[in-house]
Every structure is written in structure tokens, then in C-alpha cells.
């Protein structure tokens, strides 16, 4: 159980273009998702947390204009980036919690993002 | 949430146990240890967590002193797929907040 699966794993698209990552809770549902980025040799950081119905909270230094996220059902959350440019180029990957907040967080396998 | 450190690296004969350190001497008495393991280019996958008493569970055991300031993940028979990142992270029980990655350890099954 407590699958959480994000698509597409890996992504190359030219500078300037929008690109979208979605995240799913397979097996349960996900009031709370959370969206990090790690760049290379470097450890994860949030970037955002993503709360079913309501607006995402971002952390600071993330713009929540170039970060969209969606959040429209307890399985289903989106992060788009907009107008790509190469330094958005990295690691993403999403979490959710299963059940209350002293459960873990389970995580998606993650999405290469390249910008050309 | 408390301040974990852990051992940049450390390697491990396959088929031994590997056992991965952790100080949170801050911890406090309402904050679970959490430890999650992350293989290269692939998302975090959760191990195992605990708050006071020893846990086992399929993948490993969490062994927490009885002052709570350290913790030691044990792999009882590491194997090569074991060579991961392992993180240690505290985290306030109850607390809606994400969990926060430091450094982590980087363990080396060795063949």
C-alpha cells in the first residue's frame, strides 16, 4: 500500500515552454501533498505544499507564479512550470501522507526535468 | 524539529549488517526518528520510524537509545541494492509539517 505515482519520470523540452508533473496517491487518499527539488549531489528541498481544495503554500525564494500547483482531488495534485528556462532544470519529486500526521511521508519515483 | 547529523559515508561488506548512526541530542520528547533511504535518481522510500521503543520491520530495525539523543539503523544483511543515501530526520509528533532532509549518509555495499 501508500503508492504514490508521478508522471512522466523524465522530461526534455526547449527553453520557454510550460511543462506539467503530476502526482497521484494510488491507494489512499492525500489531503496534503508536498513538492521538493533536488539538484545534483544535493539534498531535497520543499518547494511547496500542496493542500486539496485551497491554495498551495511555497516556501521562500520559490515563485508561486513560475510554480503552479494544483491540488483538485485527495489523489490528485499537479505542479506545472512555466516558461522553462535551463536553470529550471532538475529533480522533482512529490510526496504525500497516508493517514495522520505522525504517518510517513511516501514518495514518487521522481521526475528528471531538462531544459534545453 | 530537532537537528540530526549523521556520517557522510560508509561502506559495507554484502551480506553483512550495516549499521548507520544518527545523534539528535536536541530531540525532543514529543518528536519521532524517521529514517528513509533514497537510491540514485529514484524518490525517497520511507524505512522505518519510531519514538522511545526499538521498531523492526521487513527492511531493517531502528534501535533508540534510552536518553533518545542517538539512533542506529540496522540493515541485518546488506546487499548491493542497499547502496543508497539514508536519511535521518526528526519530526514533531502530530505535526502536519513536511519532513526535512539534511546530508543524509551515503552507504556503499561493497561485493
Known amino acids: 500500500g501508500a503508492v504514490v505515482s508521478q508522471h512522466p519520470s523524465r522530461v526534455i523540452c526547449k527553453s520557454g515552454t510550460s511543462v506539467k508533473i503530476e502526482c497521484r496517491s494510488l491507494d489512499f487518499q492525500a489531503t496534503t501533498m508536498f513538492w521538493y527539488r533536488q539538484f545534483p549531489k544535493q539534498s531535497l528541498m520543499l518547494m511547496a505544499t500542496s493542500n486539496e481544495g485551497s491554495k498551495a503554500t511555497y516556501e521562500q525564494g520559490v515563485e508561486k507564479d513560475k510554480f503552479l500547483i494544483n491540488h483538485a482531488s485527495l489523489t490528485l495534485s499537479t505542479l506545472t512550470v512555466t516558461s522553462a528556462h535551463p536553470e529550471d532544470s532538475s529533480f522533482y519529486i512529490c510526496?504525500?501522507?497516508?493517514?495522520?500526521?505522525?504517518?510517513?511521508?511516501?514518495f514518487g519515483d521522481g521526475t528528471r526535468l531538462s531544459i534545453l | 524539529d530537532a537537528k540530526t547529523t549523521q556520517p557522510t559515508s560508509m561502506d559495507c561488506a554484502e551480506g553483512r549488517a550495516a549499521n548507520l548512526p544518527c545523534n539528535h541530542s536536541?530531540?525532543?520528547?514529543?518528536?519521532?526518528v524517521y529514517w528513509y533511504r533514497q537510491i540514485h535518481s529514484q524518490g525517497p522510500q520511507y524505512i522505518i520510524h519510531g519514538l522511545k521503543n526499538n521498531e523492526t520491520n521487513e527492511m531493517a530495525s531502528l534501535i533508540i537509545t534510552e536518553d533518545r539523543k542517538s539512533s542506529t539503523l540496522i540493515l541485518p544483511h546488506a546487499t548491493l541494492r542497499d547502496t543508497a543515501v539514508y536519511y535521518c530526520i526528526v519530526r514533531v509528533m502530530g505535526s502536519a509539517r513536511q519532513l526535512t532532509f539534511g546530508s543524509g549518509t551515503q552507504l556503499t555495499v561493497l561485493p
Open positions: 510526496s504525500a501522507r497516508q493517514g495522520g500526521n505522525n504517518q510517513p511521508q511516501h
Open positions: 536536541t530531540i525532543s520528547g514529543n518528536e519521532y
